[in-house]
């Protein structure tokens, strides 16, 4: 947490016991309900302590409001550092009219995407390597204009190639809490197949490929929801 | 097992043929080499760890071979991938050379199936995102947003996009510009030529090329490098005429030069 | 009622006899809060009864709905002849935040803001010459006042003119960790971005891209998140 929120929320505490009483809990959870109601985008547990009064604790108020609504047509859910609130999946055949229709992806731009996710952060070289290919200049235009994937981090190898990451938008559209709740990930990971093992001079030098392994060790996966 | 499943043998049935052919046709479709030898090493029907890189690389060389009897235009990588896996065959086939250095046959071949098992997890893996419950198409977000209080903000959005678009664009704009040769600062190799022809005879022993510079182009960085090129450019010319000797001790060194003339 | 609808309920009911159950009323209810939920018109009687199965008795389940939410922060209201689901009226003072009006940067700002992300620490003269085009004071105002750019530190030449840099609200607003993280020249060339090459590489241009570069590397990343 910066120093500067740390400062504000001093602030609320002390403004909230000389001013007046936080709303009860009760209330609290009804400012998350309406809040999270009136927004089609995930609202973020900071953005709700600004719009809740001085003393509120929004991460609580939104637990608690999340089971409120266990099992009901429609539901809490977790995006990355945010909240929203969403129908139920298995009401999906009633709500054929609120249907958007998603232009068709490619299978090269869902297997980038895959790439991205599973691997990230990864470069557009190491995306060529999983895949055997190159990468057309739409696919990944493409992802970034749906704000599926951004740039990270850039790599510290020669060149300091740019890296893609994925978005919360991208966790939001897949029902996904954080990059770590991807389907798989474990099996993938234990099974050795998202290393990037030196290809021992196969296709094209990829004398990166060790530094990168290391580089996705260090990287922190929660990055995308943070 | 089989030894080709994507080109008929003469015995095959038309329609067999046809939906080979078809296949063929969809070379187009395949994105990649490495595609095409996921594609092949189905037919073995085995664990992709299992899979035999040998037999896979006959298969994969078949195919290149085939589409080359049907006049069908392979892309560089296929041909690549062909050549590399002709290599791998003769390494996987004959006994391992003590003295040969790099990767066994055997490394290469596991690597090669560690890329397609990736990549076959890849595909899974992006099959299973896509099955997941989606935004606006199996859950949804709110409808109405409110807009309760007058109280107007507004809200400048840019994207990234956006940003790395006008950067392009400002960067670009000087290139637009009517075609107009910028003499300036470009010293040309005509004229190189003709003043190193002239200062020829009184190079007899080695000098640095840095030299032969006129010195109104030694002084802006600009200026330097363009009649650097064209020296440079020039000694060589002469060099191939056989009127001078260049040598270099070490990489990045100074080039140094003589007349070969007086030798003769 | 209408008759009409206490028609067509009669015959509903009929043919939910016949083929199958109608839902519970509780799964009832579940539908009719999805659907009011994700619609943005209210919803009439009549069009959730076309949207729920067969025997659903749309009516009931609205009003057991409607008691479910009473005191709640958001509650089901009813709009003429239709169902909407609002925010509760006494709340109406935490929804301010729902009123922005989203508008584009104007052509120069972005272009500002892309050069001093790009080239920063840049004094206004250096962002005029790059433009091409002088840099009115309301431009720079407006990327100040979004908080995307701010002053940095005064150049050590003549007159010691200010320079600006960008702000971490800017890495924010544009998904970036840092400012180097931004595509180099030649990799928006290699991303499409830069569509219209110069017949030949001949004369400046991409001399200049690659001192561009070389500036780049050298910005020191510290200043933007300081």
């Not at chain 1, 939104?62 to 809490?76: K, P, S, T």
């Not at chain 1, 990971?189 to 290393?195: K, N, V, W």
């Amino acid at each position: 947490m910066e120093p500067e929120i740390e400062q504000d929320r001093a602030n609320d505490a002390l403004e909230a016991e000389t001013l007046f009483d936080a709303p009860t809990m009760a209330e609290q959870e009804r400012m998350v309900e309406a809040v999270l109601f009136a927004s089609k985008e995930p609202v973020t547990i900071r953005e709700l302590m600004s719009r809740l009064p001085k003393g509120c604790d929004a991460l609580q108020a939104v637990e608690q409001l999340r089971n409120r609504y266990e099992g009901r047509g429609v539901r809490v859910v977790q995006v990355g550092p945010a909240y929203a609130i969403r129908t139920a999946p298995d009401l999906a055949h009633i709500m054929q009219k609120e249907t958007v229709e998603n232009r068709k992806l490619s299978r090269a731009a869902i297997e980038t995407l895959a790439i991205v996710a599973y691997h990230q952060p990864v470069t557009r070289a190491e995306i060529e390597e999983i895949r055997g290919v190159s990468v057309s200049r739409g696919t990944i235009d493409q992802l970034l204009e749906l704000d599926w994937i951004r740039l990270g981090r850039r790599k510290m190898t020669p060149g300091r190639p740019v890296t893609f990451v994925v978005t919360p938008t991208f966790l939001d559209q897949f029902g996904l809490e954080s990059a770590r709740d991807l389907p798989g990930l474990k099996e993938l990971r234990g099974a050795g197949l998202l290393e990037n093992r030196p290809p021992s001079g196969l296709f094209g030098g990829d004398e990166t490929a060790e530094e990168q392994a290391e580089l996705f060790e260090d990287a922190d996966p929660a990055q995308t929801s943070g | 097992m089989a030894e080709i499943s994507l080109f008929p043998t003469e015995d095959q049935s038309v329609e067999d043929r046809l939906a080979a052919e078809a296949l063929i046709v969809d070379v187009d479709g395949f994105e990649g080499p490495l595609d095409v030898l996921l594609m092949l090493s189905r037919t073995q029907k085995v664990d992709l760890r299992k899979i035999s890189v040998l037999q896979l690389a006959r298969q994969y060389l078949t195919f290149v071979e085939r589409a080359k009897e049907l006049r069908i235009e392979l892309a560089a990588d296929y041909l690549v991938m062909a050549a590399w896996l002709a290599f791998l065959k003769s390494r996987l086939l004959l006994p391992p050379d003590p003295t040969e250095e790099g990767p066994s046959g055997e490394e290469l071949a596991a690597h090669l199936a560690f890329q397609l098992e990736r990549l076959q997890a890849m595909r899974d893996a992006a099959a299973r995102l896509l099955a997941r419950d989606q935004l606006g198409r199996d859950f949804f977000a709110r409808g109405y947003t409110e807009t309760v209080t007058r109280v107007r903000s507004v809200n400048y959005s840019a994207n990234l996009l956006d940003l790395m678009q006008a950067y392009a664009r400002i960067r670009t704009k000087e290139e637009f510009r009517p075609f107009v040769m910028d003499r300036e600062s470009i010293f040309t190799m005509e004229e190189a030529l003709e003043r190193m022809r002239g200062l020829l005879g009184f190079a007899g022993s080695w000098t640095d090329m840095m030299n032969y510079l006129p010195i109104e182009w030694q002084g802006e960085a600009e200026k330097r490098r363009s009649a650097t090129a064209a020296t440079f450019a020039a000694a060589l010319q002469l060099a191939k005429e056989g009127k001078l000797e260049l040598r270099q001790n070490e990489t990045f060194a100074p080039i140094q030069m003589r007349s070969r003339s007086e030798e003769e």
